[in-house]
Every structure is written in structure tokens, then in C-alpha cells.
């Protein structure tokens, strides 16, 4: 979080489901999941600049179709956390939109979670006197943890947050095909029995030791509805596994980006530049992984 002359500019980092287990479902029908959450040094950008009223501005490479209302989970967090807080105050949010949207990567809920920082600072809002594991987890699945901003584990519908730590930050390489997913639809679609909560007991320290922990039965129970869906991830990954000093392609979320892990960003950044050249209309970024987004 940075001062930009009269406001703030928050980032809001890709959120990255490094595995993602579907481990039931309540009676209410939402799914219970495990998942092992961390970042990426790619993100949106949020600015809060001082104003009468609530008002977002959508810019950058993915605004299009991007609503300015309640219905952008923007807005509502910001109304949520205005209610909540009894200001009476406005604020001008700008967003700066350089995630794909329906990505897997969390880009609204990290978007949301950033306002949120954002504004109980530009507001002045004290922590102490409210509770905001309720309004987060209102926007979404995702919201606690991207508002948690640290590699965590994540159960429960997403309320449930058990922090590890750092991760090695791992060159890394995200590929989206340009192609939106309804998460609704990808667990609807999934037919297979329900996984069980496997975690480490010690947090790897090194690139190779996390691949070896990812291999070992912690992959993502969505990727194979979410190819079903579209087979154009299947491409991904595999554009992605064939390229040099590839050490493990995976879906995030519930697609269709999707991720792979170098050893070094050299070979990050060929692999990157190979995927570009090979289908130019892709999404395509390398970039690092990150444990801690305060470090942004």
C-alpha cells in the first residue's frame, strides 16, 4: 500500500489455489474445500482518492464488462464496510484491471479484499472495534483469504484460515486462454467422491520439496470438470508441461488459468515467451510467487 499524491494505491494480487480439494458439502449446498492458498507478484491495482461519494472507475486491459455498481464486488464491499463503520465519508476507487476475469486466480475477490484495506485506512476505520470475518466472507469464497493477504491453508467454505510458513517464491508462469468459468457450474459439474483434508506437517522450504508435496495426492478436483467444460484447458497445460525446466503444470481454482513452476526465471520467462509466440490471443505472464502480499 502506497500514498499516489492526494490518495492510496493498493495492489491486489492473483490468488493461486496450489491444490484445492472438494471435501463435502453442507446442507445448505455449499462446498467444503481444502485448499493450500498463496499469491503472485501479477495484480490489479486499487486507488482511493478522497470524495463526497462512493464511486468506482473501471480502467486497464480487462475492464470491459466490468459493472460500476453494487454488482461489481468492489462496491459492495465498500458499502458493507461503510454500514458497518457508520462513515459517513465517500471515497473515489479507481480500478486498474490487469487479471483476466473468471480466471480462477481470484482477481475480484483480491480486488475487493485490496478496497477493503484500502479504505479502513483512507477512513480511518479501527480494526479493534469491528469484525470483519463476516462481511468478507458475505462477498465470497475467496475474500477471507485474499483480505488475509498470506499463504494459508483454507477449509471450511473459505472462513476457515490456518497460515503457514513463507513458501519458497518460486519463478512461476500463469496461462489463461482468454476463456471466462462459472465456479457454480465447475462444482456442479464435478461427479467424483469427496476428497480428504491431507496437509503437511512441515512447510517446504525449497521448490522441490512443495512439487513433491503437490505430486503426492494434492492435486485439484476441479480440473477435470473445468476441461470438460472447456478443453481448451487441457491445451494450457499441456503448452505449459512441454516447455523448458517445467516442474509441475496445475489449474487454479476452478480455471482456467493455469500455472506452472520453473527453477529459475530465466526459464520462466522462455517458457512465457514460447506460450506468446505459439497462441499470441493467450494471457500470458511470468512472474514469481509470493507469501505475504504486504511485501508488495
Not at 461503510?82 to 482477481?107: E, Q, R, W, Y
Not at 479502513?120 to 476505520?125: A, E
Not at 503457514?164 to 517464491?169: F, I, N, R, S, T
Not at 520467462?269 to 505475504?292: F, L, Y
Request: glycine letters at 8%.
Amino acid at each position: 500500500m502506497t500514498h499516489a499524491s492526494s490518495g492510496l494505491s493498493i495492489t491486489a494480487p492473483a490468488k493461486i489455489n496450489l491444490y484445492l480439494h472438494v471435501t463435502g458439502m453442507r446442507d445448505d449446498g455449499y462446498h467444503l474445500i481444502d485448499s493450500l492458498v498463496t499469491f503472485a507478484y501479477v495484480h490489479d491495482i486499487i486507488m482511493i482518492e478522497p470524495a463526497n461519494s462512493l464511486t468506482l472507475i473501471n480502467k486497464g486491459p480487462f475492464r470491459e464488462g466490468l459493472p460500476t455498481t453494487s454488482d461489481n464486488l468492489i462496491m459492495r464491499a465498500a458499502e458493507k464496510l461503510k454500514k458497518l463503520s457508520g462513515i459517513t465519508d465517500g471515497a473515489k476507487i479507481t480500478l486498474t484491471k490487469n487479471l483476466p476475469i473468471a480466471s480462477g486466480i481470484g482477481g475480484g475477490s483480491s480486488d475487493a479484499a485490496a478496497a477493503i484495506r484500502g479504505l479502513i485506512r483512507h477512513w480511518g476505520i479501527h480494526l479493534s472495534l469491528h469484525d470483519l470475518s463476516g462481511l468478507s466472507l458475505e462477498l465470497g469464497a475467496d475474500v477471507p483469504i485474499c483480505l488475509f493477504g498470506q499463504a494459508a491453508f483454507m477449509g471450511g467454505v473459505g472462513e476457515q484460515i490456518n497460515p503457514v510458513h513463507k513458501l519458497p517464491e518460486a519463478p512461476m508462469v500463469l496461462v489463461n486462454p482468454r476463456v471466462g468459468i462459472s465456479t457454480p457450474a465447475i462444482f456442479k459439474a464435478r461427479k467424483a467422491e469427496f476428497s480428504i483434508a491431507n496437509r503437511f506437517d512441515a512447510t517446504p522450504t525449497t521448490l522441490d520439496s512443495l512439487i513433491k508435496f503437490l505430486k503426492e495426492d494434492h492435486g485439484n478436483d476441479l480440473m477435470e470438470p473445468a476441461i470438460q467444460k472447456k478443453p481448451v484447458i487441457g491445451d494450457v497445460l499441456l503448452q505449459i508441461k512441454v516447455t523448458r525446466g517445467c516442474q509441475l503444470a496445475r489449474m487454479s481454482g476452478s480455471g482456467a488459468t493455469c500455472f506452472g513452476f520453473y527453477h529459475t526465471q530465466n526459464e520462466a520467462d522462455e517458457a512465457a515467451q514460447m506460450i506468446k509466440n505459439a497462441h499470441p490471443k493467450w494471457w500470458v505472464v511470468a512472474t514469481r510467487m509470493i507469501s505475504d502480499v504486504r511485501s508488495l
